[in-house]
T-cell receptor, first 113, second 112 residues
Framework: ETGVTQSPTHLIKTRGQQVTLRCSSQ?????VSWYQQALGQGPQFIFQ???????GRGNFPPRFSGLQFPNYSSELNVNALELDDSALYLC????????????FGPGTRLTVL | DAKTTQPTSMDCAEGRAANLPCNHS???????VYWYRQIHSQGPQYIIH???NNETNEMASLIITEDRKSSTLILPHATLRDTAVYYC?????????????FGAGTQVVVTP
């Protein structure tokens, strides 16, 4: 157990809907990164938040957006869901931005029908 | 970031050493080699990282060739709980941009 929690565990949505996923970082960590992991593939970096600001973004369209709150918890929002958005969404926390180790949560499994 | 090449899968007998290879022929001088693993239904877990010297911790050893174009992760006494996907990643240490680029990894199955 890493101390990083994510909710919900599983979620089913239909194409075109919007979804919000939540992450609580490990105590003392102020950086949160989000990853998308399609079935059979490695995690792909979506973006990172540090002190409530986006601090780096991967190759994902603007309909993927996020927030980080003063307590360092974070949300991932995805608008206009597409079938290809079906994946495991992982949140990872760390301290600062110059880190070597990230602590991952168990993920949220999103299914888009 | 440089890309890495790993075998798709490998088997290992319980109690034996597991040697996981990784090629990173285009690695830059300031890029480190990181290893993470992902046990089924869990998030990835950090194992070890290194620049050019061999590294060892309580989980594993990392051997990096002198030219740094390849490395080997060694699990000294594999257990059934080591069954997982192992990812080799190269990245500038402490990269403030934060991104870890995961490939497909190596599926390691430890058998009794």
């Amino acid at each position: 157990e890493t101390g990083v929690t994510q909710s919900p565990t599983h979620l089913i949505k239909t194409r075109g809907q919007q979804v919000t996923l939540r992450c609580s970082s490990q105590s003392g960590h102020n950086t949160v990164s989000w990853y998308q992991q399609a079935l059979g593939q490695g995690p792909q970096f979506i973006f990172q938040y540090y002190r409530e600001e986006e601090n780096g973004r991967g190759n994902f369209p603007p309909r993927f957006s996020g927030l980080q709150f003063p307590n360092y918890s974070s949300e991932l929002n995805v608008n206009a869901l597409e079938l290809d958005d079906s994946a495991l969404y992982l949140c990872a926390s760390s301290f600062g931005t110059e880190y070597n180790e990230q602590f991952f949560g168990p993920g949220t499994r999103l299914t888009v029908l | 970031d440089a890309k890495t090449t790993q075998p798709t899968s490998m088997d290992c007998a319980e109690g034996r050493a597991a040697n996981l290879p990784c090629n990173h022929s285009t690695i830059s001088g300031n890029e480190y080699v990181y290893w993470y693993r992902q046990i089924h239904s869990q998030g990835p877990q950090y194992i070890i990282h290194g620049l050019k010297n061999n590294e060892t911790n309580e989980m594993a050893s990392l051997i990096i060739t002198e030219d740094r174009k390849s490395s080997t992760l060694i699990l000294p006494h594999a257990t059934l709980r080591d069954t997982a996907v192992y990812y080799c990643i190269v990245r500038v240490a402490g990269d403030s941009w934060g991104k870890f680029q995961f490939g497909a990894g190596t599926q390691v199955v430890v058998t009794p």
